[in-house]
Nanobody, 124 residues
Framework: QVQLVESGGGLVQAGASLSLSCAAS?????????LGWFRQAPEKEREFVAA???????AYADSVKGRFTISRDNAKDTVYLQMNSLKPEDTAVYYC?????????????????WGQGTQVTVSS
């Protein structure tokens, strides 16, 4: 089993920045060759935010391109999400996800493991 532990959520004002991190452990490295972030706002479906391969290739949702940056430290099995120019519509519970393989898939049902989530609230 893979364990994912997120940290870094909080309450900020619009325009501010926030950084999330997620540490992966358990099973083998290949189980989390792909790490990523999804988010879920109240009464909405969980949606893709960003993903990154072990080799560094990335993918982003259109809504966060140019504002969010995903990165990873393979030595620490940790993925980060730097969020800049935050908007009230970014308010959600942010979940770290992991999957094996090489494809940067954006549907939650294609991901194998999830963290417990961390709340991000952006006030206007």
């Amino acid at each position: 089993q893979v364990q994912l532990v997120e940290s870094g959520g909080g309450l900020v004002q619009a325009g501010a920045s926030l950084s999330l991190s997620c540490a992966a452990s358990g099973r083998t490295f290949s189980s989390y060759a792909i790490l990523g972030w999804f988010r879920q706002a109240p009464e909405k479906e969980r949606e893709f935010v960003a993903a990154i391969r072990w080799s560094g290739g990335t993918a982003y949702a259109d809504s966060v391109k140019g504002r969010f940056t995903i990165s990873r430290d393979n030595a620490k099995d940790t993925v980060y999400l730097q969020m800049n120019s935050l908007k009230p519509e970014d308010t959600a519970v942010y979940y770290c996800g992991a999957r094996s393989g090489t494809a940067l898939l954006t549907q939650q049902h294609d991901w194998n493991y999830w963290g417990q989530g961390t709340q991000v609230t952006v006030s206007s």
